[in-house]
Every structure is written in C-alpha cells, then in structure tokens.
C-alpha cells in the first residue's frame, strides 16, 4: 500500500517535472520577447531618447505629462475606443446575425462560412487597396454602383473626403473582421447538442427564440474570448489604418497605435521621439489590461457543461 | 550612460541581431533606403559591382530596406551591428543620425579632388545642392538624387488650349488653369491625404511672398504671433481660388494617393505640383510619347524669385564608428563620378546631383530648373528636418485642413497661431 502511495507520489513529482520541461521553451520565449520588452518600454518611456546613440535624458513622468495636454494623443484615443466601440457593436452584430442564420440549418454553410471568413486571409494591404478603389470618387466601385441604381446626388458622396474617411475605413474594418468572429462564434454553436434544439423547437421555439435562449447562453464563454480578443485588435489596431493611409496616414485615421508609430519611428517626417512613443505604449498597455479586465468582470456568467 | 542604453535597448537588440550581416575587416556594409525591386537598387548594386571589380580588395555589402531603412538602421546600430555607409531623404537623415551626431563630416573629402579630373570634389555637385547638406555650417550628407518641387504637367494639353508658356506669375498660372478648364479639363491634380504634398503650395507661397526665412522664423516663434502676417492669411486665400474657380475638380477631397495622379497620366488632369518622381511613376500609364513639361512655383505680387528651389535629395551619410572611412568615401567618389551618375540616372531613370549629367528626357525642363538654380531650400525650408514633429503633427494638419476647405483661411491662421503656442508650451 505504502508503495503504491510512494509509487504515486514518485509519479506525480516526474510528472510536474516533465509539464515544467514542456512549458519551459514557451515560457522562455513568454518572457524574453514579451515581459522584458515591457519593462524596457516602460523604462524608456521615462528618457527623452531618440534611440540613435546613447544620450538618454531622465524626464521622469513628463512624457506622460505631455501626452495629457497634446490634442493629436486624444484624437488617436478617441478615433481607437470608437473602432473598439462603434466597430465592435456591428462585428459583433453582424457576425452574432450571421451565426443565426447559418447555423440555422440553410444550405451552403461552409460556403458561407468561407466567403466571410476570406477578408482574413487576404493581406492587409491588398484589402486597403481593394477598398480604396471602391471608394474612388471617379470610377470607384460604391459610387458607380449608385450611379448606375439612380441615385445620382449620392453617387457624388467623397466617402474618402477627411470627413467621413474615418468612418469609411470602420465599414472596411468591420467587413474584415466579422468574418474571423463568426468563425469562433459557429465553432462554439457546432457543439450544442443537436437534441437541445430538436426539444425546443418540440415546444414550439421559433429561430430567433432558440438562438437567444439556448445558441446565446451556451457559448456565452466563446464570446466572452471572443470580446477579449477584440478588445486587444481594437486597441493596438495599426496596419489597416496604415495600409488605407498609404503615402500618409491623415490624422483623422490616427489610432494610438498609429500615433506611437509615427512618433517613435517617424513615417514621413523624421520624428524619433522613441521616450514619448513608449509612454503612449505603456497607455496603451494599461488601458488593454483595464478593458480586458473589466470585460471578464461585466461578462462572468456561471459556466454551462453539455 | 552606455549601461543604461543597452538595458533600454534589450527588446531591439535581437531583432539586430537577426539583421546583421557579416562582414570582413575592409568590407563596406551599406544599407539603403531603395527596395531591391526598384530600377534605383538594381542599379545602385550594378555599379558596387563594378566597383568590386576594379577594387579587388574591398567587399560591399548591401541591404535594401526600403523607405524605413533609418529606422532599420537605428535598432541593429543600438544593438552594435556594423553599418559604414547609409543613404536616405536628406531631410530624414538630417532629423535623424545626423542631429544625433552619429555621422562623419565631409567637408575634407569635398576639398580633395573630384573623380573626374575636379579640383575639388565639391565643384561637380548642381548649384547649392551641398548648402542643404550642412548641419550647423559642416556638410555631414553627399547628395546623389536631385528632386526639385514644382509644376509637372502635359506640355501638349497645355498647348491645345491655348497656352504656349509655362506660368511665370501667379495671375499667369490662373488664367492657364482657366483655359486648361474651358479646353474641358481638370487644372490641377491634388489628393486629399497627401499633405505632404499638398504643403508645397503654402511653402512655396509663403517663400515667394515673405522670403526662404519666414517659415522658420514663424515655426520658432514661441508666441505665434507671426502668424498673424497678414501675407499668411493672404496666402491662404490665394490657395484656395484654386478650388473656388474649379482649377482642382471637387472630387479632389475624397482622392486618395494615386488616385489624383494617375488622372494626370490618363489625360484628364493637366499639372500636378509634386517631386521629379511623378514621371517616373506615371511611365507605364503615360506612356512614351506624353510630353512632360515643368515650371518652377511662380512669383505671387511681383514678389520672390522662381530660381529659388525646394528639393528632395537623396544622400549618404557615412558612420562615425566605421573603421573603413577611406574606402567608403572612396566609394562613394565613385558613386557621384559622372559615368555613374550618368548610368544611374539613364538606367533608373533618376535626376542625378553630378552637374555634368543629362537627366531623362521626361525631366529635362526639371533639369533646366535644378541648373538654375539661385537657392536650393531643404523640405519646408528646413522646418521637416528641424522640427518634424511640428510638421507632421500641426503644420501639415491644418494646412492641408484649410487647403480642402475644412477651415477658412481666418481659422487656418488663428489655428496655426494658437497651436504654435501649444507647441513650444510643451516643449
């Protein structure tokens, strides 16, 4: 008996040993790339430093001081949370509508679910570029199509003029990414019992009624990740609006993510702040954790088995 | 200090290391702005390769990295790779390892004689091209690639309405406009989210009409009171005529780079205001037989002087740790000599900094202009260089802002004005 147990206990030991063997290389990597640069970048985010050379001048917190009073930090803040809020309501909306439909049981529904996931695996700059041209004042898709269907005055709309440009690349962001959400959003339902809605629909439970009552509640967890993951795209949202900006990014399309690139790392003009780039990255960083950490807390449910 | 810019720089380190390329005692490691696909590297390479080959003993190296090749550079030198030869836009150079005091002064190699025969090796450069080249009176940057800022348009469209020659005022460039616009046309091609081009029309406005110093002096003022010059305001307003009287097509606003452009290479708009690029650029949509022609900016009122240039260079620096000075400077002799120059800018189709070189055809009106030049002014007259962060941040904002019509020329100024002051608060 008493050697079973040690047997156990001896088993139990090399087991540990071996998940720590396993999980070393990958925390290795976790720390080396991933926490050591975040000390660093919070580190450097207290110097005034070009990063040529090594002349770094203490400043303390007034590169953070500085971001408090500088109109283009908040005009990027402002135009991220309205990608993580006003984008994040329709590709939520969209893709929950579509998780509706085709997990209704129509016909084609790999079909559909390929077509929408597409967008995703095109590269970024080929989809920039594919929605620039539709967007083209003369000759662009949008506007000929309007044209061609009778509505003259609003195929003359300048969707790219700096007005409304923001708010052109949020529909492309939107249609990009609804594609990837629908897809974890059909994953979870694919694995509701079938009979739980053969029951329901006994009851007399139409469409809308189970996809609230039964599709929505039992993969309440997958769309719990699935806000989290697209809190942490929204927030460090860089390469489409770079993509769409091509030869400049236009202030109108600044995300901090933008804004931390054209300050440290200089796009056009040569603008090596590198100190008050990493201060927008530890803003950045925190705000990611808060709403991160504020979502699981709002959205914690009991957890359902099946 | 070195301990704490290598614990700073930990995180860039290995994406250093990962660039670094090996290199032998004497070898030249030169990194460059061009990507390996443009005619630009494919010819810079063919002409290391011949150097190689009548320098059996020196080795170079080369990396394209594209446009962020300083920003590239930055990180493998921080993390201790070996970089002697770099080459970028002049301006960017000069914002970045240039004002970091990280290159070496060339003012004894531009005294040595030049590589053809030249007394002084400074003597072959195109007028004033060296003067933009200076940082606090020392020349840190040699310039290989000339591109001055005007007026590039379709010489033929032009003349089939009516206009004979290119604009020598401002009046004289609206009435071309208005016969371009009544010969069924559009003037003037302008994209939206190109402020950096779009800024040209306020510096160029603003030099003719207060002078090359102005907009420095304006930028530096801590007040911004300067301002409030009533020409600024005046400038503003002459710009926009350009969109009251049609000359830009509306549909400009929601034009978004190349799309303005390419309207000039398919025969429906007639000028752009822009580098010597554009030809280049628009070669495959043009065609051989467009008839490029260019002017520089005009004089406004009677005022400024049309030989007064603002460029675009493309230039080396050399680094200070470089343990192969002599031959990369040797090098880079080799590199402004007129065969190469000539080889460059035939081949790759780039206007060449070696006075004695012919441009391509598309930019021989470019050339006359870079030839005649009186003064050469650096990007927005120095401004890019020296505060970059202004620029991109305000000035270019709210000038292309007012440029499109989103701010009247009062708010234009008043904003400026105030944003300065922001500016230099929170310095």
């Known amino acids: 008996m008493s050697g079973n147990l040690e047997e156990s206990g001896g088993s139990r030991k090399f087991s540990r040993l071996l998940i720590s063997g396993f999980l070393a290389p990958a925390t290795s990597i976790y720390l080396l790339f991933f926490l050591i640069p975040v000390f660093c970048t919070l580190y450097i985010s207290l110097f005034d430093w070009s990063g040529f050379g090594e002349a770094m001048k203490f400043v303390g917190v007034r590169n953070f001081v500085r971001l408090w009073a500088d109109p283009i930090f908040w005009l990027s803040l402002r135009n991220t949370f309205a990608i993580l809020v006003v984008g994040g309501a329709f590709v939520f909306g969209l893709a929950l509508l579509f998780t509706a439909l085709i997990d209704s049981g129509i016909w084609g529904k790999k079909l559909f679910r390929f077509l929408f996931f597409l967008p995703n695996i095109l590269a970024v700059v080929a989809v920039s570029a594919m929605w620039s041209y539709i967007y083209n004042p003369k000759g662009g898709l949008l506007n000929g199509a309007l044209k061609a269907l009778g509505f003259t005055n609003l195929s003359a709309f300048l969707w790219t003029s700096p007005q409304h440009i923001f708010w052109a690349m949020l529909v492309a962001i939107v249609w990009v990414n609804t594609g990837f959400f629908l897809i974890l959003l059909l994953a979870g339902a694919d694995k509701i019992p079938r009979d739980i809605y053969e029951a329901a629909e006994l009851d007399g439970a139409g469409t809308l009624k189970k996809f609230v009552f039964i599709t929505v509640p039992m993969i309440w967890d997958v769309m719990v990740i699935s806000f989290v993951i697209w809190i942490i795209m929204a927030m460090k949202m860089f390469e489409f609006p770079y993509a769409f900006g091509l030869i400049q990014i236009p202030q109108q399309l600044y995300t901090l993510g933008v804004y931390l690139f054209i300050m440290g790392f200089g796009h056009r003009e040569p603008i090596y702040q590198l100190g008050y780039a990493a201060a927008i990255g530890v803003v950045l960083l925190a705000l990611t954790f808060s709403l991160i950490f504020l979502a699981r807390r709002l959205l914690r449910r009991a957890t359902l088995e099946f | ?427």
Do not use: C
């Not at chain 2, 150079?93 to 190699?109: I, K, M, R, S, Y």
């Not at chain 2, 606090?136 to 001055?148: A, F």
């Not at chain 2, 708010?411 to 944003?419: A, C, I, T």
């Open chain 2, 1 to 427: 200090m070195r301990r704490k810019a290598n614990l700073a720089s930990a995180g860039l380190i290995l994406s250093a290391l990962a660039a670094a390329a090996p290199a032998s005692a004497g070898d030249i490691v030169y990194w460059s702005m061009w990507n390996d696909q443009e005619p630009s590297a494919k010819q810079i390479t063919a002409l290391a390769q011949q150097y190689m080959a009548a320098h059996p003993d020196t080795k170079i190296h080369i990396t394209f990295n594209g446009r962020q090749n300083q920003v590239k550079a930055r990180t493998a030198l921080t993390g201790g790779t070996t970089i002697d030869l770099i080459d970028g836009e002049l301006d960017n150079l000069a914002g970045g390892l240039v004002a970091a005091g990280q290159t070496e002064p060339f003012d004894a190699l531009l005294a040595s004689a030049g590589p053809d025969g030249e007394t002084k090796f400074a003597d072959l450069f195109l007028p004033s091209a060296l003067d933009v080249a200076k940082h606090n009176g020392v020349v840190y940057q040699i310039p290989y690639d000339y591109n001055p800022y005007a007026f590039y348009y379709n010489r033929k469209m032009w003349s089939d309405a009516g206009v004979k020659e290119p604009p020598k005022t401002w009046d004289e460039l609206l009435a071309a406009l208005e016969k371009v616009k009544a010969a069924g046309h559009n003037g003037l091609a302008v994209e939206s989210d190109a402020g950096v081009y779009n800024i040209k029309y306020l510096t160029y406005m603003l030099e003719r009409t207060l002078g090359p110093d102005f907009l420095m002096k304006a930028v530096e003022d801590k007040t911004g009171e300067t301002w409030k010059n009533p020409a600024v305001l005046a400038a503003m307003k002459n710009l926009r005529v350009l969109w009251d009287k049609g000359y830009v097509p509306a549909e400009s606003k929601g034009y978004q780079w190349p799309a303005a452009q390419q309207t000039v290479a398919l025969g429906d708009t007639s000028a752009e205001l822009v580098g010597s690029w554009l030809p280049i650029e628009l070669a495959d949509t043009a065609g051989p037989d467009f008839q490029w022609g260019t002017f520089p900016f005009p004089i406004v009122a009677g005022k400024g002087d049309p030989s007064h240039v603002e460029v675009l260079l493309v230039s080396y620096v050399l680094l200070k740790d470089s343990k192969v000075k002599p031959e990369a400077e040797d090098f880079i002799k080799f590199m402004l000599s007129k065969g190469s120059q000539q080889a460059y800018s035939a081949n790759a189709l780039r206007p060449a900094v070696n006075k004695s070189v012919v441009w391509p055809k598309p930019l021989s009106d470019a050339h006359a202009i870079a030839t005649g030049a009186t003064l050469v002014m650096a990007e927005d007259d120095g401004v890019k260089a020296k505060y970059p962060d202004y620029v991109s941040n305000i000035l270019e904002a709210v000038t292309n802002k007012a440029f499109l019509g989103d701010l009247t020329p009062e708010q234009f100024v008043d904003e400026l004005s105030s944003r300065t002051k922001t500016y230099w608060a929170s310095k």
